[in-house]
């Protein structure tokens, strides 16, 4: 077994030459050499005025580096989720200077600074962001004694299912907390061995894992996405134990992991403000979680509330989760309280209408929320309910699903609107958040009155409103429907009307005369010409044509 070192002592501890600390590159990296690495990062801190600095590094042992000597150099360190240009705009506001993957940022010193006390744990502090649910960055300071007792927990609650020579393997970010514990502090602590550069897919987790005795740290993003078809016959033989966080892992990811990769995920359940709360195996615990020791908890109602020193102060935090207990001392999720609205005056809520939504055969993952004043629900369909897309259109889909929720939601609170993408978007966290789902939302085409049909001819009424997705980018500050878009809604709406089965060949006599404007009524006037296999179009206020075409249509290809 490997000694044991306190956070304050990782780079201050003498003697421990040949512990291993990462795999870079392929190459092992032993303590010698990180302590000459956090040397040189030191040297090069204090050499610089400021006290704050963002860190941003993809490679995870050139983070840990720049880490350490940040704080050895009595730096506060701040962790951007991304290196994004309207995220270093803003943070630049905040801090110093910058280290790692930007331009002009701070390079480490050629000299090492001399040898090191060990870190305070309350003056050495970290700044953290977290997208909550809003998607907006909010900042969450955290000082060296919460973290260490995030990693005490962990090695006692974990230490013994997981081998002291695994290399730790991660597909998530150490920029947030979660990756940052698991995948960096811990292994720190440890002496386990971590690999630098993350696990981005199936194909990779595939070929690395098992090779050695193996730890992933996942996320639930990328467990829900393991591949059927790859081999997983060495990771079932190496992986020691699958970490999770960031959201509940649906069931059945948690038996694709088991099944696959031979281990039921260790699931945590926490806040980047509150650190770790539980954890559960879905194998072993099915829907319960299990309280971490150190965490005392009580409910206010059903609504969580717990002290932990992992926690900023000793006092009582009061989540919006609500949970109810159970017979074994800990507890199942209920949904969050926050996540109950009013809807013209009732009373309606999201979380249960999740729950409800996601008992239907069709539907593996839902999230509701609320969009234009209704209840809207994006959600990812089975492989039955993919099939019953295919086969009975949107309409009808969207229809049943209702019809499912009417005996157990409000008429008030039936969603108004659905999307199903193939997954739920997800930012660096590995949340979904909500500005990403009201991305999908927001429509791509008008809505459409269809004022006259014949076999050849129709005409329709489009209302063009400004939340249209197609006028992202096009142009900032003077919005104008797109060229590209009125093509795309005619060959749309042409298929829609006619029987237009051949391939879209080109574009002939193309005008574009007036533009249309956000807001504006126009109508769309669509002529099929089935000798030619031609389709005109006119898009006009009124006798004023905005543009004009005709579309040529051929054979349909069997490549």
């Known amino acids: ?85 309207e995220t270093v705009t803003r943070l630049s506001a905040e801090v110093d200077g910058w280290v790692g993957d930007v331009p002009g940022a701070l390079q480490p010193a050629a000299d090492p600074a001399p040898w090191r006390d060990a870190l305070d744990l309350e003056d050495t502090r970290l700044v953290l ?22 990693i005490a927990i962990l090695q006692r609650s974990f230490a013994h299912q997981m081998s002291p020579q695994a290399s730790v393997w991660s597909t998530v970010s150490h920029q947030h907390i979660y990756g940052l514990l698991f995948y960096i502090l811990w292994p720190l602590a440890t002496g386990r061995r971590f690999v630098a550069e993350r696990l981005d897919y199936s194909e990779q987790m595939a070929l690395a894992l098992g090779a050695t ?71 072993d615990h099915g829907d319960g979680w299990q309280v971490f020791a150190d965490v ?12 932990s020193p ?46 409800h939504v996601q008992q239907s055969n069709w539907v593996h993952e839902a999230r509701a929320l609320v969009y234009q004043g209704r209840v809207a629900v994006v959600a ?10 295919a086969r009975l259109g949107k309409a009808a889909i969207n229809q049943g699903l209702r019809a499912f929720l009417v005996d157990v939601v409000e008429p008030v609170a039936l969603p108004k609107r659905w999307r199903y993408p193939a997954q739920l978007p997800i930012n660096a966290q590995s949340k979904t958040t909500e500005a990403a789902l009201l991305e999908l939302l927001r429509p791509l085409r008008p809505v459409v009155q269809w004022l006259q049909q ?6 329709a009424a489009l209302d063009i409103r400004a939340d249209l997705r197609v006028f992202d980018g096009h142009f900032p500050g003077a919005p104008l429907l797109p060229g590209v878009a009125q ?58 044509p905005h543009s004009s075409g005709r579309i040529v249509f051929g054979v349909t290809s069997d490549v």
Do not use: N
């Open 310 to 355: 992992k926690l900023a102060d000793s006092g009582w935090w009061r989540s919006t989760d609500r949970v109810a207990p159970t017979a074994s001392g800990g507890f199942t999720l209920l949904g969050r309280e926050d996540r109950v609205v009013k809807i013209e005056e009732k009373r309606v809520s999201l979380s249960a209408i999740e729950r």
């Open 213 to 283: 005795p193996s730890v992933l740290v996942a996320s639930p993003a990328h467990l829900r996405r393991l591949s059927e078809a790859l081999d997983w016959t060495a990771a079932r033989q190496g992986v020691g134990a699958v970490f999770s966080s960031g959201g509940p892992l649906p069931p059945s990811a948690a038996d694709d992991s088991l099944r696959l990769l031979g281990r039921s995920p260790i699931e945590v359940f926490g806040s980047s403000e509150t650190g770790g709360i539980a954890w559960r195996q879905r194998s």
């Open 1 to 85: 077994m490997l000694e044991f070192l306190s956070l304050t002592a990782v780079a201050s501890t003498p003697g421990l030459a040949d512990r291993p600390v990462a795999q870079q590159a392929g190459q092992p990296r032993s303590r010698a050499d990180f302590l000459a690495a956090v040397g040189r990062w030191q040297a090069a801190f204090e050499a610089s005025a400021g006290g704050r600095w963002a860190l941003y590094f993809a490679d995870g042992y050139d983070f840990a580096c720049a880490l350490y000597g940040a704080w050895h150099a009595g730096k506060t360190v701040y962790l951007p989720g991304d290196v994004q240009a």
């Open 487 to 544: 093509l795309d809604w005619a060959v749309a709406f042409g298929r829609e009307c006619f029987p237009i089965t051949g391939d879209f060949l080109r574009v002939e006599v193309l005008k574009f005369q007036r533009p249309v404007l956000p807001g504006a009524q126009i109508e769309l006037l669509l002529h099929w010409r089935e000798a030619t296999s031609t389709l005109a179009f006119t898009y006009r206020t009124g006798a004023e």
């Open 380 to 389: 990812v369909l089975t492989t039955v309910g993919l099939d019953a897309l």
């Open 129 to 150: 962001y977290t997208s909550g649910s809003s998607g907006e960055p909010e900042a969450i300071a955290k000082c060296l004694r919460q973290l260490e007792a995030e």
């Open 454 to 459: 014949t076999p050849t001819e129709v005409l």
């Open 296 to 307: 005392q908890w009580r409910l206010d109602l059903d609504v969580l509330e717990l002290r």
